[in-house]
């Protein structure tokens, strides 16, 4: 059985650029979470969606934001990139609601 | 407000010495107690899911254990890849959102 996926692995941008992530989640699972792991910190919640809508966020502000799709992939994108958006973002997946998260392998962003 | 604290930050054994990492919590109804194993470059891997006090879970040299203030990981006879970040988050009954400790870096030498 296929794991979560994400793409790219890494990613390169400048300050004030917009960047969108893919993911796509374990055959079956329905919701789809990202987290945030910049270098020192640990994992920070960023959105959860399910069928389709955004079920709760982080506090993170308006520029980060989502959406996912009706094959439960999802998209996450940042606006007006800033240096402190440099960080491992991860995307988790579970069946439903409250059960167990699996992660993919995240995506590398440098923002200079 | 919800948090978990790991410790240590880091701990070095030697191959065959066992320990034990830390994971203290406090959570408004904890729902569920959430471990897994971070290797660097890479998304966490599950390990367990502890959901009411007293309760264990085993794995190979792993053995997770929860109160209702912390959880235990058990780490027996460790080898050189049980190197990796152990990770710690709980989940409240309210939401979905894991709340995650910043982790234990275990290196093992031989």
């Known amino acids: 059985e296929a794991g979560v996926t994400q793409s790219p692995t890494h990613l390169i941008k400048t300050r004030g650029q917009q960047v969108t992530l893919r993911c796509s989640p374990i055959?079956?699972?329905?919701?789809v979470y990202w987290y945030q792991q910049a270098l020192g910190l640990g994992l920070q919640f960023l959105l959860w969606?399910?069928?389709?809508?955004?079920?709760n966020r982080g506090n993170f502000p308006p520029r980060f934001s989502g959406r996912q799709f009706p094959n439960y992939s999802s998209e996450l994108n940042v606006n007006a990139l800033e240096l402190e958006d440099s960080a491992l973002y991860l995307c988790?997946?579970?069946?439903?609601?409250?059960?167990?998260?699996?992660f993919g392998p995240g995506t590398r962003l440098l923002v200079l | 407000e919800d948090q978990v604290t790991q410790s240590p930050e880091a701990l070095r054994l030697q191959e065959g010495e066992s320990s034990s990492l830390n994971c203290s919590y406090t959570?408004?109804?904890?729902?569920?107690l959430f471990w897994y194993r971070q290797d660097p470059g890479k998304g966490p891997e599950f390990l367990f899911t502890?959901?009411?006090a007293g309760e264990e879970k085993e794995k190979e040299r792993l053995k997770a254990t929860l109160t209702k203030k912390e959880s235990f990981l058990h780490i027996t006879a460790p080898k050189p890849e049980d190197s990796a970040t152990y990770l710690c988050?709980?989940?409240?009954?309210?939401?979905?959102?894991?709340?995650f400790g910043t982790g234990t870096r275990l290196q093992v030498f031989p």
């Open positions: 988790a997946s579970s069946l439903g609601f409250q059960e167990t998260q699996y």
């Open positions: 055959s079956g699972h329905t919701s």
């Open positions: 969606y399910d069928e389709g809508e955004e079920r």
């Open positions: 959570v408004s109804g904890l729902r569920g």
């Open positions: 502890l959901y009411s």
């Open positions: 988050a709980v989940q409240a009954r309210s939401t979905d959102k894991l709340i």
